[in-house]
């Protein structure tokens, strides 16, 4: 996000006097720039010149020399702490007293003092205090401790005025060093839009502050003086061979050549300190000048040492295999698309220069004995170089500004404005020749056709022709009637240069509306039509949520990445269909690139972390999705923007999609509830996991049918599948719940025979009725029987449940199963299940007769059904 300082912003539009950050916040917010951020001057406070009177150098018993100064600060502040006790030095002169442990002034030298109620950067408060055995009256400052950073020469220590920091400064005590340092800087940071790339550059926001306020704007590009020189510079060769959607990747390119530039030449303070204040960190004289005209014009720069650079230069697609170490020290293996700049160091472009638009490379960087440079100025395409950025993960303030869009009219101007300041601080001359290969042919922009009452159509409000001609001339678009038969009303809008977002007449009309200013438009809020609200589904995910927090469960959420470990922790075989996960190609994580196919698989992760940080029990809830891939070959394409998909296209992208959908899980284990003086509850287990499934159903106001199942990661005896009936009569399995394995339970260091549950919660709502009958109270007495039936192990409870219901028919109002029993007594392979009936009529008190004829009837309902016996 670009930092605008006030004082530069100044040189390019009328900043009236006394205009605050805060203000400039505010205009700019009017035209779309929206403030991030606004700082105020670094220092505070009484910040002054001083003239060092005398200096004593105090050896100390920890091995340091510190030395107890005399200062001259002015005749307002010579006002000493008065301390009888503490000699001073220099004391017939008026003067402060001050302890400074630097060595690099003497006797003499104008520094610079922060006095007492100085605040300096970091809300550091200045203020006399007693160190080494005297009153130290205020401080002698350094560049840090000012906000001004490293001194460009290297030297460590205290400002000197003269040299450094300070180099070309003078003073005399007492002055203001606040102003004389350039201080008092506010900056107002500000969020650029992605279709305003102009507006990084302090060209651009002063543009768009003229547009704001009606000041006066100087464009800094049309003061740029360039010479008439011919071609006749560095060789350089364009050869696209691959163009990403058949648009060559770089379409000028400017090489200018500066030579005899003093190496030991630095970079002047006032430019310095612009950078510093714009968020860059001042390095060297030329790498300084290119940031600088960078963020001025907003044309990224790059300079190469001419003396390693070997001509000609060829600007291509990378080779399969091919590698850079670019200036951050990293070795990058490039990709096809990747445009590069090369040289023909060892066949011509043999050798890898840059990353166009992103990164150099070290091989050719400026160094500390560089006194011969090319500048190189270019138009690269935004995909191309957004493609790169990404790719190698590489952002820099090059490729933010060009995969926005750079003003291809821009980079002659931009390689003579750095060339003429590199000469003006370093020395040296600028060629006489210059490279343009591919010029400004290209530059041409489309007329946009504009019927004038189009922007009303679309805004709603009634704009003036003034109106719409002036604002869109104030953006730099050149506005002519259309003069063609039939076109009456009509005009044609010519973007400027450095607007490559307007590219349709919707864009014009936003520029109108915002120029105009959106505080014109009226606020209309639209009538809420009625009959409307959540969705069935909507609600019925609120209530399965709500069933499970209302049973004393906490709803969690876990991100949806996974690693491929955790098919094997949770014992997945090895033809599990849970093993088909998503990879992603660019994962947050590179240790989770997959996408979880059971909700499980991140929710037992979140459960251990909540039991490692010192809970002793368990019992969270989630509703997330699921995905499961559609196979190795299931590779969604990528259609062109450019133009709707076919519908050939739109079928191969959905049939591609992975399998998704929204599943409720829920972990459960150690203690269901506190302790009290009673003793200790209950544990969760297997069967909690069942009542909870069965009260998520209910909620969503569908029934489940319970079955018996070997499946990781449950336990193999107490684990079973969920299942629902579906409309034409069949039942579907939905889910599982049970206990997990032990194996599992120890992997996630979870309590002993924890349980779980997962339900694909879209199925279950997707098989309750869409409407629930409402059921008459009941007026008459309910009748109690138990039966307990003796089945093949391998029987299911639901199965003899059903047969109950179906031999009692119409007076069956519940059935519960309430016993499980196995054992010698029973047989063996043969278990015993018990139910509780309740029975009840809608018309009258049911006889002995009747419950007997309805008991007789489940028997024989059962025997015949399940071949169940009803036991002794």
């Not at 940071?189 to 926001?205: A, H, K, L, Q």
């Not at 059921?775 to 029987?785: I, N, Q, R």
Request: charged share 25%; glycine share 10%; proline share 6%.
């Amino acid at each position: 996000m670009p930092r605008i300082p006030l004082t530069w912003l100044a040189e390019h539009t009328e900043l009236p006097a006394g205009t605050s950050a805060l203000q400039v916040a505010t205009d700019l917010s009017r035209v779309g720039l929206e403030e991030e951020a606004i700082f105020g001057a670094q220092v505070s406070g009484p910040l002054v010149v001083g003239r060092v009177l005398e200096l004593v150098k105090e050896p100390q018993k920890n091995g340091k020399t510190i030395n107890w100064v005399r200062v001259d600060v002015g005749p307002e502040h010579n006002e000493d702490v008065d301390d009888p006790k503490d000699p001073q030095p220099g004391e017939e002169r008026p003067s402060r007293g001050i302890i400074c442990g630097a060595h690099n002034f003497v006797e003499g030298d104008l520094v610079v003092v922060s006095l007492p109620g100085t605040v300096l950067p970091g809300d550091f408060a200045i203020a006399a205090r007693k160190t080494y055995g005297h009153v130290s009256d205020g401080m002698i400052c350094s560049g840090d401790e000012l906000g001004l950073g490293e001194d460009p020469t290297g030297e460590d220590g205290i400002i000197v005025l003269g040299r450094g920091h300070a180099e070309g400064l003078t003073g005399e005590p007492g002055d203001d060093a606040i102003a004389l340092l350039g201080l008092a800087d506010e900056v107002v940071e500000i969020n650029v839009t992605p279709d305003r790339g102009y507006c990084f550059s302090m060209r651009g926001v002063a543009r768009e502050y003229s547009h704001a306020t009606g000041v006066a704007y100087t464009d800094p590009a049309s003061t740029v003086e360039i010479p008439s020189a011919e071609d006749g510079g560095l060789a350089v060769r364009l050869r696209d061979d691959a163009p990403i959607r058949d648009v060559e990747g770089c379409s000028r390119f400017v090489a200018l050549e500066v030579r005899g530039v003093d190496p030991a030449a630095q970079t002047p303070r006032w430019m310095a300190r612009r950078l510093t204040l714009a968020g860059m960190r001042p390095i060297s004289l030329i790498v300084d000048v290119t940031n600088y005209v960078m963020l001025d014009l907003g044309q990224p720069l790059h300079a190469y040492d001419a003396d390693k650079v070997v001509a000609p230069i060829v600007v291509r697609r990378a080779q399969k295999g091919e590698k850079l170490t670019t200036l951050d020290d990293v070795t990058r293996t490039l990709d096809a698309e990747d445009l590069l700049i090369t040289d023909s160091e060892g066949g011509e472009g043999a050798r890898v220069l840059g990353i166009a638009g992103v990164m150099g490379g070290e091989s050719t960087e400026v160094s500390e004995g560089t006194a011969n440079i090319v500048l190189e100025a270019a138009t690269f395409h935004p995909i191309s170089v957004a493609r790169s950025a990404r790719r190698h993960r590489l952002p820099s303030e090059a490729s933010k500004r060009f995969e926005r869009g750079v003003d291809p009219q821009l980079p002659r101007v931009a390689a003579y404005r750095a060339a003429q300041l590199i000469v003006e601080y370093g020395g040296g001359e600028i060629a006489p020749g210059i490279t343009d290969e591919g010029g400004i042919a290209e530059t041409a922009t489309a007329t946009i056709p504009l019927p004038l009452g189009d922007a009303e159509r679309v805004v709603g409000i009634a704009y003036t022709p003034q109106q719409v001609r002036g604002s869109l001339e104030m953006i730099g678009c050149t506005v002519e009637d259309r003069a063609d038969e039939g076109s009456e009303g009509t005009l044609a809008v010519t973007p400027p240069s450095w607007r490559p977002d307007l590219v349709i007449r919707e864009d014009l009309i936003e520029e109108i509306a915002r120029l105009v200013g959106y505080e014109t438009i009226p606020s209309v809020l639209p009538t809420a039509p009625g009959g409307r609200g959540l969705t069935r589904a909507q609600r019925a995910r609120r209530a399965a949520n709500r069933a499970l927090a209302e049973a004393g469960l906490v709803e969690v959420t876990s991100y949806p990445f996974v690693g491929e470990g955790i098919f094997d922790a949770l014992r997945y075989a090895q033809d599990d269909a849970r093993r088909g996960a998503v990879r992603l190609l660019n994962p947050l994580a590179d240790d989770e690139p997959l996408l979880r196919t059971s909700l499980l698989q991140t929710l037992l992760p979140v459960a251990r972390r909540n039991l490692g940080r010192g809970e002793e029990s368990v019992a969270i809830f989630q509703l997330g999705t699921t995905s499961l891939s559609r196979g190795e070959g299931s590779r969604s394409p990528v259609p062109a923007a450019a133009q709707r998909p076919s519908d050939a296209e739109l079928e191969a992208i959905l049939g591609a999609l992975p399998l998704q959908t929204r599943t409720l899980a829920a972990v459960v284990g150690g203690a269901s509830g506190p302790g009290s003086w009673q003793g200790e509850v209950a544990p969760w287990g297997w069967a909690d996991a069942f009542d909870l499934a069965r009260r998520a159903a209910a909620a969503v106001g569908a029934d489940l049918e319970v079955r018996q199942i070997e499946l990781a990661p449950f336990h193999p005896g107490r684990a079973g599948e969920l299942r629902v009936l579906t409309a034409d009569g069949t039942s579907t399995v939905i889910g599982h719940a049970g206990e997990l394995h032990p194996a599992v339970v120890t992997e996630f260091g979870l309590p002993a025979r924890t349980s779980a549950l997962e339900v694909d919660l879209e199925a279950l709502i997707t098989s309750a009725p869409a409407v629930i009958a409402a059921a008459p109270v009941p007026t008459y007495p309910v009748a109690k029987e138990d039966f307990a039936f003796v089945v093949d192990q391998s029987v299911p409870a639901a199965a003899v449940e059903a047969a109950i219901v179906v031999g009692i028919g119409d007076l069956a109002e519940s059935v519960h199963l309430f016993d499980v029993f196995t054992g010698e007594q029973i047989g063996e392979g043969k278990k015993s299940l018990a139910f509780a009936v309740r029975l009840r009529s809608a018309e009258a008190t049911l006889t002995a007769e009747q419950i007997g004829a309805a008991r007789s009837r489940c028997i024989a309902a059962v025997g015949s059904a399940v071949g169940g016996v009803l036991r002794a």
